[in-house]
């Protein structure tokens, strides 16, 4: 079904040998399509200028008439200097240019000569880096510039796809769907391609871009879509039923009723887990929204189908909280509810890994420890992961594969705008909490310099007089844990010292388990007023009456993180602060302390973290599964993905997709990336 011309080796190409095959494979250059889809990175511009507006010492091209006969000199064994005048525009310059001897029987003076090259102003002397008699083709001045390996050269580079391009015009066939062409007025597929090389003017290379950053982003949503309906089929069959009674007086017993919000996700849900597809949604909410509470129905509801639960945090101390609220919660209903975490050894772990086996156990709660190969379930049908961005795709992926085709629900509190998720967790579902339980008061963020800690220490006094807690988060640093304790313990002992009188406890990534649990039960009991503490504490912990946020060095931390780290305090009814510590010397520094004293909505903050950092350090490195392109960039690009996506979605409902010959292109293109194959993405 792939067309032949896309299957042509490299060495077909005229002046392509072994050689320069071999180093286009160290590039993943194999076919003539690859070839034609290694985009250049950047362009140099030769552009003829106007002397009068160029700077001295910086790059530029000319064109003029030469006004003398060429002096060569030899001044070494084959090095050469060759220096002519040329009249360019109102300036007579001299033009130097080195070991390029043949130069002296070509030029003749009156010739038109263009060369690039850097210009020194002073001397009225321009260096020359390339030369060419005559005036430059149309599309020579813009010239790409592509990553190369081996013995190539960018030269060589341009060579071989320009006589790529020359050989094989009709290699490139279109692939989107005539309707998206003329309806986004988009550059067809073979032009675009050419101008994406060699582009005859910047309006065309924009053109170019412009079309191929929609085909990306079309084609990724499109194997999506795909990905989603095979998964799907794959898992017909499967339905939970679920006991709607049972849920609705558990429901009732909560201690508060549900917001909006959350019952609308809890019906998305225990849709999904109903139906004969295992779910595979994402549920974001800001912090505070009220997310474990879901999860809680969500589980209880599996456990009514007869079915047993798993809830995955990112850290011990999460687990165990997750895990006593549970139990508290599912107490009354006589659901066995147990932690495994990595510090639970020897006979206990043996015991608990026999029950979970035999089915006693209902609910098993724990970090990653969950996922080992010796945790075996009797009958896992719903797995839970809170904070799902802190989980790489691999352990997910894992998790998933636990039991067949268990329905699994991703929690995060890093909310981003809806296109953007969809398309991110492109193979997702996603359902989103957009209010917060009524009766919270905003969390006041203040932005303060270090010399004005003896205020911060003034207010946090205040605070602890009202019976109140506070946390203190020492600085990030990112290259050396052991720092970053030194940091924690440093912070404490001067804490320790100007708080006499309260009780200031310390807690980083080098305390055991169990010292960690002992220090975090302190402060819950409130047998603890401050607690110091590096990152360890930025995820989902609870304590309502902490009502004071420090954080130092708040310009080291992501946007997101600080949400999340502020999200801390706010969770009872008292009114509660946030103090960011940060002499913030740039200028994304400060406007991140700007944007979070006048932002508290997670969602708002993650867009302009999008914006300000980009993606890929918005999602952590590595581990955030997002597709890589070769153009476009999701945010940057956000409403093409917008559109790309709602094309896609359209598309790959239709039944004419899959059965019309208009879209045969198309489909072998998807058929290429290997999608057809797939049957579930783990
Ligand atoms: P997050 O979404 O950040 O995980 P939590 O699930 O920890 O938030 O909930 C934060 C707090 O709000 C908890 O103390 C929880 O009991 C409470 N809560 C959750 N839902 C509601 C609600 N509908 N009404 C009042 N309080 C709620
Ligand atoms: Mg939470």
Redesign the pocket.
């Known amino acids: 079904m792939i067309p032949v011309q896309n299957r042509i080796p490299v060495r077909e190409i005229q002046g392509v040998g072994e050689a320069a095959a071999d180093d286009l494979k160290q590039m993943d250059i194999v076919t003539l399509d690859d070839l034609l889809g290694y985009f250049p990175y950047r362009y140099d511009n030769y552009e003829p200028r106007d002397l009068a507006g160029v700077k001295d010492e910086t790059h530029v091209t000319v064109i003029g008439k030469v006004q003398s006969v060429p002096v060569l000199t030899f001044y070494a064994k084959k090095r050469s200097r060759l220096s002519v005048r040329l009249l360019t525009g109102r300036y007579l310059i001299k033009v130097i240019a080195f070991n390029r001897p043949y130069l002296k029987r070509r030029l003749k003076p009156g010739d038109t000569l263009t060369v690039s090259g850097k210009w020194e102003r002073h001397r009225a002397v321009l260096t020359a880096s390339e030369c060419h008699i005559g005036v430059p083709k149309r599309d020579e001045v813009i010239a790409p510039v592509y990553p190369v390996k081996g013995n190539l050269t960018v030269k060589r580079m341009r060579k071989i796809v320009r006589q790529a391009i020359r050989q094989f015009p009709n290699a490139i066939e279109e692939i989107l769907p005539k309707p998206v062409l003329t309806g986004y007025r988009l550059m067809g597929r073979g032009e675009a391609v050419r101008q994406i090389h060699f582009p005859t003017e910047r309006e065309k290379l924009h053109q170019a871009r412009r079309r191929l950053v929609y085909e990306e982003l079309f084609l990724y949503e499109l194997k999506m879509q795909v990905y989603k309906q095979k998964e799907r089929q794959s898992v017909l069959g499967k339905k939970m039923i679920i006991d709607r009674q049972r849920l609705n007086a558990f429901i009732r017993a909560l201690d ?4 909006k919000a ?1 019952k609308l996700v809890i019906d998305e849900i225990l849709g999904d887990m109903s139906a004969d597809y295992a779910m595979n949604r994402l549920l974001q ?9 879901v999860a809680a129905i969500a589980l209880f509801a599996a456990v009514t189908a007869g079915c047993q639960g798993a809830l995955m945090a990112p850290t011990e101390i999460l687990a165990a909280q997750h895990a006593e609220s549970l139990k508290k919660m599912f107490a009354p209903f006589s659901i066995n509810v147990s932690l495994l975490t990595g510090s639970i050894r020897g006979k206990r772990r043996n015991q608990l890994l026999e029950e979970l086996k035999e089915g006693d156990i209902q609910i098993l709660v724990g970090t990653h420890a969950l996922i080992q190969d010796e945790v075996i379930f009797r009958r896992l049908g719903l797995v839970v992961t ?1 904070e799902q961005h802190r989980f790489g795709v691999v352990q997910r992926r894992r998790l998933r594969s636990k039991a067949e085709d268990p329905n699994v629900l991703y ?1 995060t ?1 890093t909310p981003i705008p809806r296109t953007l998720a969809l398309s991110i967790y492109g193979d997702m579902d996603v359902s989103t ?1 957009d209010e917060l ?3 919270r008061k905003p969390i006041r963020t203040y932005w303060v310099r270090h010399e004005m800690m003896g205020r911060v220490i003034h207010f946090m006094q205040e605070e602890l007089k009202r019976g109140r807690q506070a946390y203190v988060i020492c600085p990030l640093i990112e290259e050396s844990e052991q720092l970053d304790v030194q940091n924690a313990i440093n912070v404490h002992a001067r804490l320790t010292e100007a708080l006499s009188g309260s009780s200031v406890g310390l807690m980083h990534g080098r305390l055991t388990p169990d010292e960690k649990e002992a220090v975090m039960a302190d402060f819950k009991n409130n047998r603890m007023d401050v607690l110091v503490s590096t990152t360890v504490v930025e995820v ?1 912990v ?1 304590v ?1 009456n902490a009502t004071l946020m420090v954080i130092y060095d708040a310009d080291r931390f992501g946007l997101a993180q600080l949400h999340q780290l502020r ?1 801390r305090v706010g ?1 009872g009814t008292a009114q509660s602060y946030c103090v960011l510590i940060a002499d913030a010397r740039s200028d994304v520094a400060r406007e991140k302390m700007k944007l979070m004293t006048e932002i508290s909505d997670g969602f708002k903050l993650s867009a302009y973290d999008l914006k300000l950092r980009g993606p890929g350090d918005f999602f952590g490195k590595k581990q955030s599964g997002l597709p890589a392109f070769k153009l476009a960039d999701m945010v940057h690009d956000y409403r093409t993905l917008a559109a790309a996506r709602k094309d896609a979605v359209r598309l790959a409902g239709s039944s004419r997709f899959w059965k019309d010959a208009a879209y045969l292109p198309l489909r072998s293109k998807l058929e290429e990336s290997g999608v057809f194959e797939h049957r579930r993405l783990d």
């Open positions: 508060f009723s549900l917001t959350q909410g800001d912090v505070g929204s009220g997310k474990t509470v809170d929690m509190a909490i339980p009524g009766g989902g609870n309502p999200g969770r």
